[in-house]
């Protein structure tokens, strides 16, 4: 069985820091390319950013100021994000993607980020 979980929102203030952390089991953890999605209230869910093997790939809107990264050993997928703004206010999830596929169907609960200005 598939599972996601995120970790790390929080309330911040604007211009702070937070690292979340997404956790996969069921999987092997290795064989996907990763992402992070955020969905803001009356919004769409958006993609911020995504891991391959050999690329990585940010929404303009953080662009500078989130880093991606991910640890294979533990099944574990990071977004440091620095600099934020009350924009950045979202629930953010992880998900999974394997080669030559789309966005799986399998999110976790999500991880609330408020900032504050």
């Known amino acids: ?7 790390g ?14 956790a996969l089991s069921g999987r092997t953890f ?5 992402g992070w999605f955020r969905q803001a209230p009356g919004k769409e869910r958006e993609l911020v950013a995504s ?3 050999s690329s990585t790939y940010y929404a303009d809107s ?6 991606i990264s991910r640890d294979d050993a533990k099944n574990t997928m990071y977004l440091q994000m620095k600099s934020l703004k009350p924009t950045d206010t979202a629930v953010y999830y992880c ?5 030559g596929s789309s ?15």
């Open 62 to 67: 953080v662009k500078g100021r989130f880093t």
């Open 1 to 7: 069985q598939v599972q996601l979980v995120e970790s």
């Open 9 to 22: 929102g929080g309330l911040v203030q604007a211009g702070g820091s937070l690292r979340l952390s997404c």
């Open 30 to 34: 290795s064989n996907y390319a990763m």
């Open 103 to 117: 966005w799986s169907g399998y999110w976790g609960q999500g991880t609330q980020v408020t900032v504050s200005s």
């Open 95 to 99: 998900n999974i993607k394997p080669p």
């Open 51 to 53: 891991i391959s093997w």
